[in-house]
């Protein structure tokens, strides 16, 4: 079946360090990749939108200058948190699916762990 | 802007037995639904994937429901196991975005 690949798993950083986590499926083309981000006991929350050779687009209230979003090939997106700060530490998962997302289901990552001391 | 509610946010129940998730959800505008399930620390696992014209789907011991019209959905979990303890997510499709519900965080006492 497909495969989401999500690395790094966890991080752990100083303040103002920027952090990239990428996002690959293994066994299909992904033309739209998403980014989510799970604070404790919470839902997923929609951060961006990952489009391959475009913008992404952001939810309102995600900061795009904060978390810079890249979609260079058909299958690998990468979310780069910049500056982290405290406040960033969170769950991040990316999710893909083969075609569009209505008729397919969408695969996830296991999730970027990111805890900024 | 559609919202995602799932009822209850926690429940516990005895190995072997049946149980009922609910998940609701405000616009019925929706391409499809999906049940997940997540581990602590983990990311998420797709169960389910019911299309909006369906009205079930049937996966081993799951089975998930889905009234568009009401807004509704059930994941039913037959003879309960212990590794079946884990958050569940119900997310709807929409507008090419998920939503995602609030979960509920299920365990199985032995």
């Known amino acids: 079946g497909a495969v989401v690949s999500q690395h790094p798993s966890w991080v752990i950083c100083k303040s103002g360090t920027s952090v990239k986590i990428e996002c690959r499926s293994l066994d299909f083309q992904a033309t739209t990749m998403f980014w989510y981000r799970q604070f404790p006991k919470q839902s997923l929350m929609l951060m961006a939108t990952s489009n391959e050779g475009s913008k992404a687009t952001y939810e309102q209230g995600v900061e795009k200058d904060k978390f810079l979003i890249n979609h260079a090939s058909l299958t690998l997106s990468t979310l780069t948190v910049t500056s982290a700060h405290p406040e960033d530490s969170s769950f991040y998962i990316c999710?893909?699916?083969?075609?569009?997302?209505?008729?397919?289901?969408?695969?996830f990552g296991d999730g970027t762990r990111l805890s900024i001391l | 802007k559609q919202e995602v509610t799932q009822i209850p946010a926690a429940l516990s129940v005895p190995e072997g037995e049946n149980l009922v998730l609910n998940c609701s959800f405000t616009?019925?505008?929706?391409?499809?639904l999906q049940w997940f399930r997540q581990d602590p620390g983990k990311g998420l696992t797709s169960l389910l994937l019911?299309?909006?014209?369906?009205r079930e789907q049937t996966s081993g011991r799951l089975n998930a429901s889905l009234d568009k019209s009401s807004g509704r959905s059930t994941l039913y979990i037959a003879a309960s196991q212990p590794g079946d303890s884990a958050t569940y997510l119900c997310a709807v499709i929409g507008n090419e975005k998920l939503t995602f519900g609030t979960g509920t965080r299920l365990t199985i006492i032995p």
């Open positions: 019911i299309q909006s014209s369906q």
């Open positions: 616009d019925s505008a929706i391409y499809n």
């Open positions: 999710s893909a699916s083969r075609r569009q997302m209505m008729n397919q289901p969408q695969h």
